[in-house]
Structure formats: C-alpha cells, structure tokens
C-alpha cells in the first residue's frame, strides 16, 4: 500500500477546543507536509516540516515530526467551524521525487 | 504558487469508453503527478508525469489503461481507458516545483462510469 496511516479517522469536537490529528509513515523521507481539503474540492498545502526539524509553527498548526517513529502530528488550536475539512499528512520520500498520502482525518468542528 | 485547471470537472461515462483529462498550469512546474481519490478515502499516486516522455507509473497502474502526456511545462493529459464501474473515482492533477516542495492541486475531476 502507498498510504501511510492516520489517526484518528474521523474527529469530532467543538468550537475553540484543539484538534490534535496523527500519522505515521512507511519510508525515510525528506520533508513531512500537511494539506487541508474541503468537501469536493482540491487539496491545499497547510505547512511542511524537513526531516531535520522537531516542531514547526504556522499561526493556529503546530506540526511535530519524529523520524525516529516515523510519525508526525498535527495540532490545531482554537479550532473554528471553518476548519471542519480532511487533512492529510503526505510524505515526500528521501531520493525520491513522489509524494505518499495518509489516509486522512474527517475534522468536523461543531459551532 | 501555481494555480492548477483541470477539466472536465465532472462526467459521466458508459462503460467501456475512454475520456482524457486535461491539466493545465498556469506557470512552470518542474513535476506534474496524477493522483486518484475514492470518495470519502485518500490519494493514491498513479503516475508521475514526465515532460516529453513515457510517464512513471505507480504498482498498480499501466500506460494501456491510463497513458499520460506531457508536451510541455505546463500542461498535462491523463486519459482513462477502457472504463469500468471501478474507475469512478475524482482524478486529481498536481504540480510542484522541485522534489519534497509543496504540491499544488487542481479541483479534481469526478468521475463516473456506468
């Protein structure tokens, strides 16, 4: 299989709690990045975080990367209606030139 | 960035029937990829899309059944050969500038086969 594995699948919470959203990975890679996709529509890059690099910030994500684990999280603070969408980890792969996607979590941020 | 325009964005298709999807980027990409999605399910790569040459293919996937075009930079074809039920699915074009980059996609094209 391609896909890494993501958990939970599915997150349910309430406006202004975090979400916190996890994937592992098969592969050594190069760089760990976030997408974000709304129903129906193409994905959007979130934020990328190098295999050198332990956490990383961007607004409201914080991004943490353990290569040991092969594993990465994603935590979304003050979570809004908005944010309810799929996001994807996607590993780029070391010597490499593709990009592998998890499987995904369904947020769905309750108002 | 790069702004990603495929079309169509949807169709609906008798089986055994082929459609070609087009990709158009609206600034230079130095890699263009095709990724399937399953509703509800995540991206599988299909090919990596090779500029004036044979696309790189995933396990899995063949060029009879899904042959790739590159003539350019900035624009890419996927076609969808011989199309059963089990080819619905959206059909996502990307493009990124250089390895481990950030991806931009297309909306997708949904397809549906019966």
């Known amino acids: 299989s391609q896909q890494g594995e993501e958990d939970p699948q599915a997150l349910s919470i309430q406006e202004g709690e975090n979400a916190t959203m996890n994937c592992s990975y098969k592969t050594s890679i190069n760089n760990l990045q976030w997408y974000r996709q709304n129903s129906g529509r193409g994905l959007v890059h979130l934020i990328l975080?190098?295999?050198?690099?332990r956490e990383k910030h961007s607004g409201r994500l914080r991004v943490t990367l353990d290569t040991s684990k092969k594993s990465s999280s994603l935590l979304i603070t003050a979570s809004r209606a908005a944010d309810t969408a799929s996001y994807f980890c996607?590993?780029?792969?070391?010597?490499?030139?593709?990009?592998?996607f998890g499987a995904g979590t369904r947020l769905f941020v309750k108002a | 960035s790069a702004v990603i325009s495929q079309k169509p964005s949807r169709d609906i298709c008798q089986r055994g029937t082929s459609l070609t999807i087009q990709c158009q980027v609206d600034s230079q990409v130095t890699m263009m990829f095709w990724y399937r999605q399953q509703p509800g399910q995540s991206l599988t790569l299909i090919a990596t899309?090779?500029?004036?040459?044979?696309?790189?293919?995933e396990s899995g996937f063949v060029i009879d059944k899904f042959p790739i075009s590159r003539p350019n930079l900035t624009f890419s074809t996927l076609t969808v050969s011989n199309m059963s039920p089990e080819d619905s699915s959206i059909y996502l074009c990307s493009g990124g500038t250089g390895p481990g980059g950030e991806l931009f996609f297309g909306e997708g094209s949904r397809l549906t086969v019966l």
């Open positions: 975080i190098r295999s050198n690099e």
């Open positions: 996607a590993a780029d792969q070391a010597g490499g030139f593709k990009t592998i």
């Open positions: 899309a090779n500029q004036g040459s044979e696309a790189t293919y």
